[in-house]
């Protein structure tokens, strides 16, 4: 925070670990985990509560010194280098506005500690207050904002001084729903202007997909799968990483003739999928996103009879909830409101529909759960 940053050349990673581990006595919290962030990547660390995000960020601001492994900034290894001398800056659900100061010299106080000079201090903490849409509201008092507001003010404290990085632990999470998803697009918005790498730390899925552009999946410690929203979503590498984003419906399933690349899922037949080339025979779990499941009334070939157990009106769209054969797997299809046919109304709970997806959205994910936690 405190040092100019040194000449950064494009090529290195704003942030690279390497065989990063923690354990809390036996507990061992962060498994060994290398990875690169980028400059001006918005990167998300996204998991189930306890999984370990906060103590990796921790290792990242020098709050908590790894078990073994070692972190770079910028190219330079800054194991022993004090948090106070890493280029970045924090964020936290619970962060704390000094009450008696004004928005503006809560966001002038990092500056005036640094002894930025008068002129360029009022230049960058306007600039930081524009930057949040606070610019009218200078010379409040924290007390006189609302909950949204405040965190803004945190925000632009958390930029003002330019960091290299930032890192946020769930900013959002004590903000109601509605707010959350304004500043979902303001906190992207602000990241892009800035053109600071962000590390985020949310264990909401969509908070996750609407703002980065990676992600990080980890469960128990252990990094599942790093890549891009759409990549997650639509080739997700394992089942947990399948059902924890976005809904999925998941089927023991097995393939039968490894050169076949068919699918088999039991009580059902064969399935459309596509394995993946170079698949053995053997089990293997199939994925398939609800949305890209099609409802009909009448028989479709090569479609899978099975009837509405229970269907859901959520506005925009019905879930249908269908048993595909007697103590057969229960499937969700989501059928927006405009798709729905006369038909498919028309069926009666407990009535016959056929089922089907192209063939790419079945997803062949590996069976073995192990280390994953599902
Ligand atoms: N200082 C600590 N001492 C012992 N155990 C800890 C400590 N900090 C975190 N843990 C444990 O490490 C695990 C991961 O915690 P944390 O990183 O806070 O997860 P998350 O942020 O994903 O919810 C939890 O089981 C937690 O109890
Ligand atoms: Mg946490």
Redesign the pocket.
């Known amino acids: 925070m405190t040092q100019p940053a040194p000449a950064s050349s494009p090529e290195r990673p704003a942030v690279r670990l390497r065989g990063i581990t ?1 354990s ?2 036996d ?1 061992l ?2 498994e060994p985990l290398d990875l690169e962030i980028g400059r001006n990547e918005f990167f998300s660390i996204l ?12 290792m990242i601001t020098g709050f ?1 010194a790894p078990t073994a492994g070692s972190i770079e900034l910028d190219g330079a290894v800054v194991d022993r280098v004090p948090t106070r001398q890493r280029d970045l800056n924090m964020l936290f659900q619970s962060y704390a506005l000094f009450p008696h100061l004004t928005v503006y010299e809560n966001v002038a106080f990092e500056l005036r500690v640094r002894r930025t000079p008068k002129a360029e201090l009022d230049r960058r903490v306007r600039e930081a207050l524009e930057l949040v849409r606070l610019g009218d509201f200078a010379k409040r008092k924290p007390a006189e904002l609302s909950g949204g507001q405040r965190q803004r003010v945190a925000l632009a404290r958390a930029v003002v001084g330019r960091p290299a990085v930032v890192l946020l ?2 900013p959002l999470g004590a903000l109601d729903q509605k707010l959350r998803k304004e500043m979902q697009f303001e906190l992207k918005r602000l990241q892009r202007e800035v053109g600071i790498t962000f590390i985020y ?1 949310t ?1 909401d899925q969509e908070e996750a997909l609407t703002m980065s552009d990676r992600i990080a999946v ?1 469960n128990r ?1 252990r990094v599942l799968q790093v890549a891009s929203p759409t990549e997650i979503y639509d080739a997700p590498a394992s089942r947990f990483v399948a059902s924890f984003i976005g809904s999925c419906n998941l089927f023991d399933a097995a393939v039968v003739d490894g050169s076949a690349r068919q699918v088999v899922v039991p009580g059902l037949g064969p399935v459309p999928a596509v394995a993946p080339e170079r698949t053995s025979a053997g089990p293997v779990v199939l994925a398939v996103r609800p949305e890209r499941v099609s409802l009909s009334a009448t028989e479709i070939p090569g479609g899978i009879e099975g009837l509405v157990t229970e269907r859901v009106f959520l506005g925009d769209e019905w879930i249908y909830r269908v048993r595909t054969a007697i103590d057969g797997p229960v499937l969700s299809a989501r059928v927006p409101s405009g798709d729905l046919t006369t038909a498919l109304a028309g069926v009666p709970d407990g009535g016959p529909v056929w089922i089907s997806w192209p063939d790419a959205a079945g997803l062949v994910l590996p069976a073995d759960a192990e280390g994953e936690g599902a």
Request: net charge neutral.
């Open positions: 923690k809390f006595g507990n919290v962060v998991g189930p509560s306890g999984c370990g995000k906060t103590t990796l960020m921790r908590e632990d769930e730390v264990h980890m410690g």
